[in-house]
């Protein structure tokens, strides 16, 4: 017991308290959740290809034929229909069945297109690539 006093009086910073409860504070604290480094240089590069096919697919002025991509879940009859009520002439069938060719009237027939469910324009060169 003498000996536990002398060391007490010399380092009295130190308990017994706080030498057996510094394990089991640790083990209850929670660490917080990080954001991984590798997650920053995904978020660029997905977020540069969309930018960049966005820019390359989109229809340029003055081109007569458009490809139309309607929600994924219609049918080809679905979207046959659709195209039909806006006055677009049907060119070529793709091999997704929303996805169609066609030559869009020439007094708006974008904007017609649109309202009767087109989700994107693109240029049918690119798509010609793709599928």
Known sequence: MRLIGALT????????????????????????WRWPAWLNAAA????????????????????????????PWWSAEQAFLAAASAD???????AVPSLLVVRPDQNDGLARLRKAGVWLAIDPQAIAACI
């Open 9 to 32: 009086e010399r380092l009295p910073h130190i308990s017994l308290g706080s030498v057996f409860s510094g394990p089991m504070a640790q083990a209850n604290t929670i660490k917080a």
């Open 44 to 71: 660029l590069l997905i977020a540069s290809w969309v930018a960049i096919a966005a820019l390359s697919l989109q229809v340029r002025p003055g081109t007569e034929i458009v490809a139309v991509a309607f929600p």
């Open 88 to 94: 677009a002439a049907i060119v070529r069938v793709t």
